[in-house]
């Protein structure tokens, strides 16, 4: 799909952005922290990134999931095909990225929403980049411990349930970054407004517990967002997170 966009935004935080799905890249020396890998389309453009950071695929020490939408971990088959390495996300999304249970928009789902701005031609590009085939983690497991994770980048797991019933963000502390995967966003090719927001219902398991993630947000100590989904966006946290409560 590519080559992707990679900004070092903080010292060891690299934001990689492909056009449709973003992944980060956390870096500790000559190890990486993996978090997210995009569509099963992707996985040359998360390699590439790897090698952009000066590293490479056997550096990865782990992958660590916000969510097991398969443009969240549709690259990891691939990638385990060449490295092995651990994948780590919270209890419920672990068993999600094993599909014991799916909870994903389904083509219907697509189909009846046909009719919003830009619905159509990003339909048309994620089924280009492999968003229907089957993907799933057998090997996903829980974080092996509560709180900060022994890691490059230190990330710390933020339960946000609502986009997934595991869904997580990860926060780290000393760069003041919170990487929010899709409980906030700040653009996406089915919306016409920029700047932080929520994914349209339909993405979502359960949009009203979305909404409360926001407050989850608030409370932590950051002024870099990367999300899920569109740019960088800079800005104390909790202000993104009253921008999109109130134009929910």
């Known amino acids: 799909m590519g080559e992707p966009k990679v900004t070092q935004v903080a010292d060891g935080v690299h934001f ?11 870096t500790d020396g000559a190890a990486v922290t993996l978090v997210d890998c995009g569509y099963p389309a992707d996985f040359p453009a ?81 089924v280009q980049s492999g968003a229907l085939k089957p993907v799933k983690v057998p090997t ?36 003041g970054v919170v990487i929010t995967g899709d409980t906030l966003v700040s653009g996406h090719p089915t919306s016409i407004k920029r700047g932080p927001q929520l994914l349209h219902p339909f993405f979502s398991t359960d949009q009203e517990q979305v909404v409360i993630a926001l407050d989850t947000l608030a409370a932590l100590d950051a002024d870099v967002v990367l999300p899920g989904h569109g740019g960088v966006h800079r800005g104390p946290i909790s202000e993104a997170a009253a921008q999109a409560k109130r134009g929910r």
């Open 16 to 26: 990689a952005e492909s056009g449709s799905v973003n992944w980060v890249l956390l």
């Open 46 to 126: 998360v390699r590439h990134s790897v090698e952009a950071t000066g590293h490479r695929l056997g550096d990865i020490a782990a992958v660590l999931l916000t969510h097991a939408h398969v443009d969240h971990i549709g690259g990891l088959p691939a990638l385990l095909d060449e490295v092995d390495v651990p994948v780590h996300a919270t209890a419920p999304e672990a068993a999600h990225a094993r599909r014991e249970f799916l909870e994903q928009a389904t083509p219907l789902d697509v189909v009846r929403n046909l009719w919003r701005p830009g619905v159509l031609p990003w339909a048309v590009h994620i």
């Open 140 to 175: 996903a497991t829980p974080f092996p411990v509560e709180g900060r994770l022994d890691l490059p980048g230190a990330p710390v797991p933020v339960a946000t349930p609502g986009h997934t019933t595991g869904h997580a963000v990860y926060h780290l502390p000393e760069a």
